[in-house]
């Protein structure tokens, strides 16, 4: 794609992203339990593929009643094809937060399928992500958006990516080491011990 076309398709999920939050009702359903934070490419401005990450911080885990409760509305969205629900509060994961975690799947249109990552979280453990994101804000040029976009958009079906290689590899393979394009990420990549297609 043209840097045209990723700039388009950009916007338009950018603008797709906020109708799905907006019909899920996320800011009514969650807000009363904690303070919700988008994350993410939607606030980046790096959308490639339909996901939309969201924070929910909180002091304390919410109920199991008040999960509950909120696992039932969720369902009665027939547009909702997926809802996973994971208590990863013991758990602890490099690549993922402590918290409890809902995975969405949302159809919006045909063909139209967006994958959202919930999590209920900690101020404190929050903070990693709130702290990549103003770095990223701070740092991004128009030149290392498109090199960014570029590559997000050639590796959003491998299916390593946000398993063991994830969106602040590409950030920081960019802004920090330079990478131009797709074939210098993946030499990045070999010397992290890391591959992909």
Do not use: C
């Not at 840097?3 to 907006?22: F, I, P, R």
């Not at 009363?32 to 002091?59: A, C, N, P």
């Not at 101020?123 to 702290?131: C, G, K, M, T």
């Not at 991004?140 to 959003?156: F, G, P, R, V």
């Amino acid at each position: 794609m043209t840097y045209e076309e990723l700039l388009k398709q950009q916007e338009e999920l950018q603008y797709e992203g906020q109708e799905v939050l907006g019909e899920l009702k996320i800011n009514e359903q969650f807000s009363k339990l904690g303070k919700i934070v988008i994350g993410g490419s939607l606030i980046s401005g790096l959308m490639t593929w339909r996901d939309i990450d969201i924070g929910v911080e909180v002091e304390n885990m919410p109920s199991k009643n008040d999960l509950s409760n909120l696992f039932t509305s969720l369902l009665s969205n027939s547009k909702i094809l997926q809802l996973n629900y994971s208590d990863n509060t013991e758990l602890i994961n490099l690549h993922h937060p402590k918290g409890i975690y809902f995975g969405i799947k949302y159809q919006k249109e045909k063909e139209k399928i967006w994958k959202i990552d919930l999590w209920f979280i900690s101020p404190e453990d929050n903070q990693q992500s709130i702290e990549d994101l103003k770095w990223l804000q701070q740092k991004i040029t128009q030149e290392t958006k498109m090199i960014i976009l570029s590559i997000k958009n050639e590796i959003d079906t491998d299916p390593r990516y946000k398993k063991s290689i994830f969106s602040i590899d590409i950030y920081k393979a960019v802004i920090e080491n330079g990478v131009k394009d797709l074939e210098a990420f993946k030499k990045y990549l070999k010397g992290t011990g890391r591959s992909i297609n």
